[in-house]
T-cell receptor
Framework: EPEVTQTPSHQVTQMGQEVILRCVPI?????FYWYRQILGQKVEFLVS????????KSEIFDDQFSVERPDGSNFTLKIRSTKLEDSAMYFC???????????FGPGTRLTVL | KQEVTQIPAALSVPEGENLVLNCSFT??????LQWFRQDPGKGLTSLLL?????REQTSGRLNASLDKSSGRSTLYIAASQPGDSATYLC????????????FGEGTQLTVNP
């Protein structure tokens, strides 16, 4: 069964460093999303991406965040200058046209020191 | 702004019991509703998707209902098993296809053998 994959599974970085989180969506899906979950808190929406552009973003998704599909298959989330409060589990999700059910990857645990 | 609430926050039952998890949301203009399962430190597994025009969906021992006008959904688990122990998340999709999911805080279920 097709699934969403994410790399790395765990990333440790120093405050102020740039990180890139990668996702391989389910093929033929057209909607892509990033969510995050701070330990012990709700899953929060960051951004959605459709037709090679951002379709929706939350107030969390400020100028330090960016997304792109660099090669037509991978979907990446870049955090330019990480902060301590960026420490969280970051989930990629993808959705197709069939009722837009969203399928989540296993997540990348980001730890900012 | 959509708000999603799940009750109870935690539930502990003996094996074999039937149980109901509750989800409520404040804005009835939804596209769909998904129930997910999350195991500790893991990603989200989609259990059931209900379209806004549907009243319920079933998969095996799981049955989810939706009353959009009152802003409520329930997840019914029949004949619970220890392997059902996990956190169950309710997520509401925005008013159009491709919209973000807004999550509740989840119900942590423990099924005791």
């Amino acid at each position: 069964e097709p699934e969403v994959t994410q790399t790395p599974s765990h990333q440790v970085t120093q405050m102020g460093q740039e990180v890139i989180l990668r996702c391989v969506p389910i093929s033929n899906h057209l909607y892509f999303y990033w969510y995050r979950q701070i330990l012990g808190q709700k899953v929060e929406f960051l951004v959605s991406f459709y037709n090679n552009e951002i379709s929706e973003k939350s107030e969390i998704f400020d100028d330090q965040f960016s997304v792109e599909r660099p090669d037509g298959s991978n979907f990446t989330l870049k955090i330019r200058s990480t902060k301590l409060e960026d420490s969280a589990m970051y989930f990629c999700a993808t959705g197709g046209f069939a009722y837009n059910e969203q399928f989540f990857g296993p997540g990348t645990r980001l730890t900012v020191l | 702004k959509q708000e999603v609430t799940q009750i109870p926050a935690a539930l502990s039952v003996p094996e074999g019991e039937n149980l109901v998890l509750n989800c409520s949301f404040t804005d009835s203009a939804i596209y769909n509703l998904q129930w997910f399962r999350q195991d500790p430190g893991k990603g989200l597994t989609s259990l059931l998707l209900i379209q806004s025009s549907q009243r319920e969906q079933t998969s095996g021992r799981l049955n989810a209902s939706l009353d959009k006008s009152s802003g409520r959904s329930t997840l019914y688990i029949a004949a619970s098993q220890p392997g059902d122990s996990a956190t169950y998340l309710c997520a509401v999709g925005g008013g159009t296809s491709g919209s973000r999911l807004t999550f509740g805080e989840g119900t942590q279920l423990t099924v005791n053998p």
